[in-house]
């Protein structure tokens, strides 16, 4: 079963930045599309961003311009810049890879 470990998340004022990373274990596969999604309490779960393993990039509204996407080097690695982030920011953060699966969430807390 693929494991995916985020890191990365924690408590940071408002206008500051933070990277979050995500990588899947147990895999023996390329792992074709991978990104972040996010849950606010009370708010249903929405996508944040994501991107293919050919580079096709997809954002939400409200982050474009402040998050930036990636894949790593290594296989099946994703990370997500955060930079200029507001208290509506705050939310669980997790790795999504498709048919693998979900990570276990990573918190991100923004105060004003």
């Known amino acids: 079963q693929v494991l995916l470990v985020e890191s990365g998340g924690g408590l940071v004022q408002a206008g500051g930045s933070l990277r979050l990373s995500c990588a899947a274990s147990?895999?023996?596969?390329?792992?074709?599309?991978m990104g972040w999604y996010r849950q606010a309490p009370g708010k249903q779960r929405e996508l944040v961003a994501i991107i293919s393993s050919g580079g096709n990039i997809n954002y939400a509204s409200s982050v474009k311009g402040r998050f930036t996407i990636s894949r790593g080097n290594a296989k099946n690695t994703v990370y997500l810049q955060m930079n200029n982030l507001k208290p509506e920011d705050t939310a669980v953060y997790y790795c999504?890879?498709?048919?693998?699966?979900w990570g276990q969430g990573t918190q991100v807390t923004v105060s004003s």
């Open positions: 999504y890879a498709g048919l693998s699966g």
């Open positions: 147990k895999t023996f596969f390329s792992i074709n599309v």
